[in-house]
């Protein structure tokens, strides 16, 4: 299918079924595969982690079927869960850290190898986007905290005062009470939105967006706007990102080890596995924590792994998409 074809039958598809219209919010009981299904190829596609990427694919999927190209796909895509206020693990809805301030880490790469972060950033809705003007309007690539946020202001973004929602509030007071600084598995104290897209002419673009670990130290950085670590973008292979415990993920530079594993010839599935086992072996305490891994090459074969049961993805590859339970190496 050329591009013009594909762009008239989705949008045709899209006006059918309202796929692209109403976006569903973090996840609206989509229908669960069990298991990674034999990856097909096919292009485009869009893949994001956990259930907030059903809508996130939906939204990048809308952007390619109205001409739009990989890299707005990827920006708008992660947006809507930017903006969605009851997610507690992305944008300014979400868990703050330890003193009760919500800090924001992102990353954009494509396929060139232009790639724009920012981290620790306060007071911005569309991290993503800020991260964006970085690779597009500076000749950095990472600007961190208030430098990054002044930066922000004189683009034209608003930036905003710290203000946690009721939940996050309501959480924050509970979790004053204890104390307790532990990632939990799959109980949601992190969840990032990483997402991949190669458009119908092969484009690829990646997106990766949070607000990292709840209760963190006060200036504390993931690995999301860490190029090679929360995401890395390369044409030539293929591309991937990472959520869960960021700082295992940066020890070991995960989406890079999968790309390269790719360039090496491996499947984005066992270029996947390779990355969670080097996180294993260097982390004697691997059964404590959680780490989520996608990769796609550049045919549009994916993979996807998690260290543990519980990490889901959305796939959004031949009109269709869906919610995935990822493989895991434990079992
Ligand atoms: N990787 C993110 C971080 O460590 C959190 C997550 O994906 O769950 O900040």
Known sequence: MDRK???KTTAMAAALTG???KLSAQGEDPKVVK???KSKSGLPIVISTWNHGIAANEAAWKVLSEGGNALDAAERGVWIVEADPNNTSVGLGGFPDRDGIVTLDASIMVDGGQAGSV???QGIEHPISLARAVMEKTPHVMMVGEGAELFAESIGMKRLKNKLTPTTEKAWQEW???KNYKPII???NHDTIGLLVIDQDGAMAGACTTSGLAWKMHGRVGDSPIIGAGLFVDGDVGAATCTGLGETVLRTLASHVAVEEMRRGATPQSACEEAI???VKKHPNFKDFQVGILAVNKNGEHGA???HKGFNYALYQDKKNELIDADSYVK
Do not use: Q, S, W
């Open 277 to 279: 086992t080097r996180i």
């Open 186 to 188: 799959n109980i949601e």
């Open 305 to 307: 792994y998690g260290l």
């Open 35 to 37: 298991n990674n299904p």
């Open 19 to 21: 796929v692209g219209g």
């Open 5 to 7: 074809t594909f762009i």
């Open 176 to 178: 004053l009470k204890e």
């Open 119 to 121: 981290a620790f950033v």
